[in-house]
């Protein structure tokens, strides 16, 4: 029996982490460098879960900001996403959750995850306790992550994945 293939969007605004989520995810790796996305980088990695094997593509999305639009062509086709907001800048979780909504509008309801990036820098943190329990109690599944130390990176993708085999 050959894999499912999902196509999985990673949305954000610039510089929260996505390109590097994918990168620890799918290489295991991390740089230091910060390289801006242009246009849509793909990816892909194979994962058994459960024992049902799962080819996941990975459009990791350039970051939207007041210049640069998310083009809503690249969303459509997608079994799920992982939004990206950087915990050391809480603008960037306000911004996330409003591509989240036009994400819904093209998509429709498919497997999400809200990932609270570069927990490594956990003290320098914007985001508190309370918008985190603020966001679980408002129905998002919410993981801290970081892409320099690798936390929950995996876990990330395999819940996703489960999410989408569920519906498939």
């Known amino acids: 029996m050959s894999p499912m293939r999902a196509k999985v969007c990673m949305l954000g605004t610039f510089a929260v982490g996505k390109t590097s989520l994918v990168q620890r995810f799918v290489k295991s790796l991390f740089s230091e460098r910060y390289q801006t996305t242009i246009g849509v980088q793909i990816d892909k990695k194979e994962l058994v879960l459960d024992g049902r094997a799962l080819t996941i593509m990975l459009w990791d999305l350039y970051g939207e900001d007041e210049f640069q ?3 809503e062509s690249f969303l459509r086709g997608a079994h799920g996403c992982l939004f990206v907001a950087d915990g050391t800048r809480a603008a960037t979780l306000a911004a996330t959750l409003e591509l989240a909504q036009r994400f819904e509008a093209v998509v429709g309801d498919v497997p999400r995850l809200l990932l609270i990036n570069k927990r490594d820098l956990v003290e320098q943190w914007e985001l508190g306790d309370d918008e985190l329990a603020k966001l679980a109690a408002s129905g998002w599944d919410v993981l801290m992550t970081s892409a320099k130390t690798g ?16 519906r498939a």
């Open 151 to 166: 936390a929950n990176v995996e876990q990330a993708f395999e819940r996703l994945g489960r999410a989408i085999l569920a």
């Open 69 to 71: 639009k998310l083009n």
